[in-house]
């Protein structure tokens, strides 16, 4: 029998009425999800946090379909099966969008779906609460997963996800999945930078870098709007903590601040901790004067207060960076 070269065209012509990428029919060995991520990120886009994004989306749901397709193939040089699924990545004029697809077992489905629909339902926050909520329970279980990969997709892309199931037997579905990324580079941030204010009232320096990821604060703080001010440090460190999500080091270098400022400061802090407990690493340095031991007590008490680790810093006056 003759193949049909028709089929291997018309598919061709599909592709490229797509704009397609990426097309992938096989087992996702570790080499072919090497290859393709390797693809991407030399290959895709000229910002790089869009590009970061597609490529780290891809590995997630690559693994998925690696590890959990019910349509698998046995390795024969480490005895070990890997799952087949199909991958897709393509282009249109504002967006990349990947889609994977892959057989699913129906004695699975009902908790898939279940799971599925969790997350194409929530919000960041609540996004933010599903990984923590399946992670802890697959801990409990003892399971490899959790589907904490899929609520990672969906926070990575900030776009909502799309699922289909379709029935293929009495003992499998086809599950498909796909997600859209922004060329637009929603990660640039501009620097947050304030020069204090020195008369009736104090207001510290401020410096915030989006780029290296340092944030300091300087001086004293005795404003006489201190919501305000603070107000903009913490929605800045909000954003950072959103779009960025790379390590944050904060230096204090303060050597007054009041009490409103004091409840300011241990919000930003509350907000670091949740970042920290979330993945996100954060260091925190607080210098303060040797000669000035009520400053050692606040640091030790927004420690207490925070959970967070301080490193802290004795100088001298001439020394205070």
């Known amino acids: 029998m003759n193949f049909d070269h028709s089929f291997v065209f018309q598919t061709y012509k599909d592709f490229k009425n797509r704009n397609t990428i990426v097309s992938y029919q096989g087992p996702l060995l570790y080499s072919v999800i090497a290859e393709i991520s390797h693809y991407i990120r030399g290959n895709i886009s000229d910002i790089m946090p869009v590009r970061e994004k597609v490529?780290?989306?891809?590995?997630?749901?690559?693994?998925n379909i690696r590890n959990h397709s019910a349509e698998?193939?046995?390795?024969?040089?480490?005895?070990?099966?890997?799952?087949?699924?199909?991958?897709?990545?393509?282009?249109?004029?504002?967006?990349?969008?990947?889609?994977m697809?892959?057989?699913?077992?129906?004695?699975?489905?009902?908790?898939?779906?279940?799971?599925?629909?969790e997350i194409i339902q929530?919000?960041?926050?609540?996004?933010?609460?599903?990984?923590?909520?399946?992670?802890?329970?697959?801990?409990?279980?003892?399971?490899?997963?959790?589907?904490i990969g899929l609520v990672d997709v969906a926070l990575k892309s900030g776009n909502p996800l799309e699922i289909q199931w379709i029935?293929?037997?009495?003992?499998?579905?086809?599950?498909?999945?796909?997600?859209?990324?922004?060329k637009v580079n929603v990660n640039v941030m501009e620097d947050l930078i304030i020069e204090g204010e020195k008369g009736t009232y104090l207001s510290p320096d401020v410096y915030?870098?989006?780029e290296r990821g340092v944030c300091e604060i300087k001086g004293e703080s005795y404003q006489e709007e201190t919501f305000e001010f603070y107000n903009k440090l913490t929605s800045w460190l909000g954003e950072y903590i959103e779009k960025v999500k790379k390590p944050?080091?904060?230096?204090?270098?303060?050597?007054?601040?009041?009490?409103?400022?004091?409840?300011?400061i241990l919000d930003m802090l509350?907000?670091?901790?949740?970042?920290?407990?979330?993945g996100g690493e954060v260091t925190i340095n607080w210098y303060y004067l040797t000669s000035d031991e009520n400053m050692i007590e606040e640091a030790e008490d927004f420690q207490s207060d925070s959970a967070l680790k301080f490193n802290l810093i004795p100088v001298d006056e001439e020394q205070m960076p």
């Open 248 to 264: 944050i080091t904060f230096d204090f270098k303060l050597t007054y601040f009041n009490t409103s400022s004091s409840r300011a």
């Open 101 to 117: 697809g892959n057989l699913v077992n129906l004695s699975q489905f009902a908790h898939l779906k279940q799971r599925c629909d």
């Open 208 to 210: 915030f870098s989006a």
């Open 55 to 63: 490529f780290y989306i891809f590995i997630e749901l690559a693994q």
């Open 122 to 147: 929530a919000d960041r926050r609540s996004l933010r609460d599903l990984k923590s909520r399946f992670r802890t329970e697959a801990l409990e279980q003892n399971h490899q997963s959790g589907n």
């Open 270 to 278: 509350n907000l670091l901790k949740q970042y920290q407990e979330e």
């Open 167 to 182: 029935d293929v037997d009495q003992a499998h579905c086809y599950f498909l999945i796909s997600v859209s990324v922004s």
């Open 72 to 99: 698998r193939t046995l390795l024969q040089e480490n005895g070990k099966s890997t799952g087949i699924g199909t991958v897709f990545l393509t282009e249109e004029e504002d967006k990349f969008i990947l889609a």
